[in-house]
C-alpha cells in the first residue's frame, strides 16, 4: 500500500526517537484503515499528551490534538456530535490510565463507539522519563530511581472489567498481527481497545539497561505467549509473559444509540 497518501510530509521529520516503536504501531494504524477502505474525511483522530499522542500531526485525516489525559473526553464530544465519524483515540500508558484514567473506565464502562490505541511503552517517555500506571515493579524510572515500589495495572483487564466490546494486545514486534487487532477494533460497535506494547529504548530502556530498540523488540518476541497457547500454562509459566490477541469480543449495547433512543422516546411523549 501506498502509506504517503495518508501522510502530511511538511511536518516531518519525526520526533521520535531511533529505536521507538511507535512509527511501527502508526503504519498498522493506516494498513488497518486502507483495508477496511475508509475515506479521511470519515475518520476523526484524536490524542493527549505525550509520544503517542504525536502521532495526529503526521496523517492526513481530521484530527484533534488536546489537553493531557483528555483525549477519550475529546473523542466523546465529538462521537456524540457526530455519531458517523469513526473516532480513533490515540493514547499512552500514563496519558490514558493515570491523568486520564477516569475517562478510561467511564468511556469503557459508556460502551461508547471509540477505538483506543493505547501505546503502551512503560513510561512517561515525553516528559521525563517518570513512573507510568505500567511500570513494572522494581523498573527505575526518573522519578523512581532505586526501582519502582508500586504494582502495576493490567490496563486491557482493566478496560475488560469496566465494559468494552472489544480489546486487544499486541506488540510491535509481531506488527502484521497487531494491524489486523486495530482493523477488528475499528470495526466494532462500541468502546474498542488495543494495547499496543512498544519499546522505548531512550526514557525506560537506558534507565533500565535494557539495550537498544532491536534488543527490546527481540524481548518482546521471547516475552509473548499467544492466548489459546496461555490457556493450558500455570500462572507461574505466564509471570512476566505477555497475552496477546483478542481478549474480549463481545455484544453490548452502544451509548450513542441508546442516547438517540432517549431522545426519541423523549421526543414521543412531548409530541
Same mark, same amino acid.
Given at each position: ?29 493506516? /494498513?488497518?484503515?486502507? /483495508? ?73 464502562? /459508556? ?161
Amino acid at each position: 500500500m501506498d502509506y504517503m497518501k495518508y501522510i502530511r510530509r511538511k511536518n516531518f521529520p519525526l520526533i521520535w526517537c531511533p529505536g521507538c516503536g511507535h512509527g511501527i504501531v502508526m503504519k498498522a494504524i493506516l /494498513r488497518a484503515i486502507d /483495508r477496511i477502505g475508509l475515506q479521511k474525511d470519515e475518520i476523526c483522530m484524536v490524542s493527549g499528551i505525550g509520544c503517542s499522542s504525536r502521532l495526529p500531526g503526521y496523517v492526513d485525516f481530521n484530527t484533534l490534538h488536546t489537553t493531557h489525559g483528555r483525549a477519550i473526553a475529546f473523542a466523546t464530544g465529538v462521537k456524540m456530535a457526530n455519531p458517523n465519524l469513526h473516532v480513533i483515540v490515540i493514547t499512552g500508558d500514563g496519558d490514558a490510565t493515570a491523568i486520564g484514567g477516569n475517562h478510561y473506565i467511564h468511556g469503557a464502562r /459508556r460502551n461508547i463507539d471509540l477505538t483506543v490505541i493505547l501505546f503502551n511503552n512503560n513510561i512517561y517517555g515525553m516528559t521525563g522519563g517518570q513512573v507510568s500506571p505500567t511500570t513494572p515493579i522494581g523498573a527505575r524510572a526518573s522519578t523512581a530511581p532505586f526501582g519502582n515500589p508500586e504494582n502495576s495495572f493490567n490496563i486491557s483487564g482493566l478496560a475488560e472489567a469496566a465494559g468494552a466490546s472489544f480489546v486487544a494486545r499486541g506488540t510491535v514486534y509481531d506488527a502484521v498481527q497487531l494491524d489486523k487487532y486495530i482493523e477488528k477494533a475499528i470495526l466494532k460497535k462500541g468502546f474498542s481497545v488495543v494495547e499496543a506494547l512498544t519499546p522505548c529504548p531512550t526514557a525506560y530502556g537506558r534507565r533500565n539497561k535494557l539495550g537498544n530498540g532491536v534488543t527490546m523488540m527481540k524481548e518482546l518476541k521471547e516475552r509473548s505467549v499467544s492466548i489459546n497457547k496461555a490457556k493450558n500454562l500455570s500462572e507461574e509459566e505466564l509471570k512476566d509473559m505477555i497475552v496477546t490477541g483478542v481478549l474480549v469480543d463481545r455484544e453490548l449495547p452502544e451509548y450513542t444509540q441508546n442516547y438517540n433512543m432517549l431522545i426519541e422516546r423523549v421526543r414521543e411523549t412531548k409530541s
